[in-house]
């Protein structure tokens, strides 16, 4: 069997985590949140739950551009990591996507910028985190046309890549830079996979193996 990692958020609703687990799913990321304000209300128990089911866990959080600022969405993530008690097995995705809310006006610039001093801040702050457990999760457009990601390719490059394209055909993803073939860690395929335990569409994904 297919190993599954979903990204489950409020739109899933009550969860059961064993039946999950069941399932041949390897990771679980829930998500924490969006830009500096908004909070998603499942988070610590899809959080807390998916570690207690044993599965690999993580947490997912929508970038804002324009509408906060890198310090701002920075401290509402560290708090509510914190709060869940996010330790060094634990994996963490920023999901950048340039036709959310405000990102629809953003520069490539602004959003590579603020992209780049969001992950700084996060990455020199006091949680137990580095590279190896932080995602750049995009869809293929916003990173080929609407970020420049060459201004810090160096950087972006030592994170682990979530591509997010829905396709059947082939059985992987487009290649995106600076990381090269192959070198993404997830594969979003599907916005209506299905999983026991959970009711309705979830966002899923292949592990490269």
């Known amino acids: 069997m297919v190993k599954k990692t979903i990204a489950i958020s409020r739109f899933?609703?009550?969860?059961?985590?064993?039946?999950v687990s069941k399932d041949d799913v390897s990771y679980a990321f829930s998500r924490l949140g969006e830009g500096e304000t908004y909070v998603d209300p499942t988070f610590v128990t899809n959080f807390t739950r998916s570690r207690d089911s044993h599965?690999?866990?993580g947490a997912w959080h929508i970038y804002r551009a324009k509408s906060s600022t890198p310090e701002g969405q920075a401290n509402t993530i560290i708090t509510k990591l914190k709060e869940v008690g996010f330790k060094k097995d634990d994996n963490f995705a920023f999901v950048v996507n340039k036709h959310v809310g405000t990102n629809?006006?953003?520069t490539s610039d602004e959003m590579s910028d603020n992209l780049y001093k969001l992950m700084s801040i996060i990455l020199d702050s006091d949680l137990s985190i580095c590279n190896r457990q932080i995602y750049i999760k995009t869809n293929i457009d916003t990173w080929k046309n609407n970020l420049n990601w060459n201004k810090y390719s160096e950087f972006f490059k030592v994170f682990n890549l979530w591509v997010e394209q829905w396709r059947s055909e082939p059985n992987y993803p487009d290649?995106?830079?600076?990381?090269?073939?192959?070198?993404?860690?997830?594969?979003?395929?599907?916005?209506?996979?299905r999983v026991n335990g959970i009711n309705g569409d979830v966002l899923i994904s292949k592990l490269n193996t």
């Not at 899933?12 to 039946?19: M, P």
């Not at 290649?175 to 996979?193: D, Q, V």
């Open 175 to 193: 290649i995106l830079e600076p990381w090269g073939e192959g070198k993404w860690k997830f594969w979003e395929y599907s916005s209506n996979g």
């Open 12 to 19: 899933q609703g009550n969860i059961d985590w064993n039946e």
């Open 55 to 57: 599965i690999n866990t």
């Open 104 to 106: 629809k006006t953003a």
